[in-house]
């Protein structure tokens, strides 16, 4: 309103600033470490493949979709030459971007992100709380209440009463709920801390898993043991997801601004111009 304009005039505008930068340069060229993730952009289970250069952080290509199709254009865009040089790609588990990248870069090294691994150990440990929680005698109103987080927090970023309720469950172990919490805590100390020994680390780990008799947690082992390579190069090659989730953070906040901006070519352009490196300099600069 200010501007006297419309949201059809600046999507244009922003597309045209867009394409002029892309057909300048090659945001592709150098690629040796990328990596890959979805993001939900509208209700209805609508996606856009992501995918961001480590080294400097940027957004090099995104598309409506999150298939083997839509990435399988990504690296044809990309060609075999290029494909054949990339060295690290880090992504999560999904089945689609592992078949894809074992097809077209089968050289580069896989690691899987270690941040999804501790969500997926947190959420075996949440499911082991509403499992178990009626059988957990001597926890008072306020405990109960802060159980859920005092299992799900790291503990250095615990309250004082997180930190009782904690200390109280711990203490009890041979429960079913601290020897679970004890296992979610040595994983997350495997796959984000700095040890010698990784491997040996997880192979233990996976072993006291399937041994628990904790369904919850012979379900995560099953899941860890799936993608142990994975999660193995991510730790020795200290290769996170970080800058892919920090660029999703940023498409979710550009959608909530643009919220007169209904395609997904919108949402890409618009990206391109914050992540992507192509926003010009303006005039009163």
């Not at 304009?5 to 592709?28: K, L």
């Not at 480590?54 to 979709?65: I, K, N, P, Q, S």
């Not at 009782?164 to 020897?179: D, F, G, M, P, Q």
Request: net charge positive.
């Amino acid at each position: 309103e200010y501007m006297r304009v419309s949201w059809r005039t600046v999507q244009r505008i922003i597309a045209r600033v867009v394409a002029d930068h892309t057909g300048q340069t090659d945001r592709m060229d150098g690629l040796r470490r990328i990596g890959i993730d979805e993001i939900a952009y509208r209700k209805g289970r609508r996606y856009l493949t992501v995918i961001v250069d480590h080294d400097t952080g940027r957004l090099v290509w995104a598309r409506e979709g999150a298939t083997k199709k839509t990435l399988r254009q990504f690296f044809d865009e990309l060609g075999a030459t290029r494909s054949a040089q990339l060295t690290h790609v880090s992504a999560d588990a999904g089945q689609y971007i592992e078949t894809v990248v074992a097809e077209r870069a089968p050289d580069a090294i896989r690691c899987m992100d270690p941040f999804h691994v501790v969500q997926w150990a947190t959420r075996a440990v949440d499911r082991c709380r509403s499992r178990v929680l009626n059988r957990i005698h001597g926890l008072s109103n306020d405990d109960r209440r802060n159980l859920r987080w005092a299992l799900l927090k790291n503990p250095e970023n615990l309250t004082p009463g997180q930190q009782r309720t904690r200390e109280l469950i711990v203490k009890r172990a041979n429960s079913e709920l601290a020897r679970a919490y004890q296992l979610k805590e040595e994983l997350r100390h495997i796959v984000t801390g700095e040890h010698s020994g990784t491997w040996r680390r997880l192979e233990h780990w996976l072993h006291r898993a399937d041994r628990s008799r904790i369904i919850e947690l012979v379900g995560l082992s099953r899941s860890v043991r799936q993608q142990q390579i994975q999660i193995y190069n991510s730790v020795v090659v200290g290769l996170s997801n970080a800058r892919v989730e920090a660029t999703n953070t940023h498409l979710r906040a550009l959608t909530k601004r643009a919220y007169g901006f209904h395609s997904p070519e919108a949402l890409i352009a618009m990206s391109t111009l914050t992540r992507g490196g192509a926003c010009p300099v303006l005039p009163h600069q």
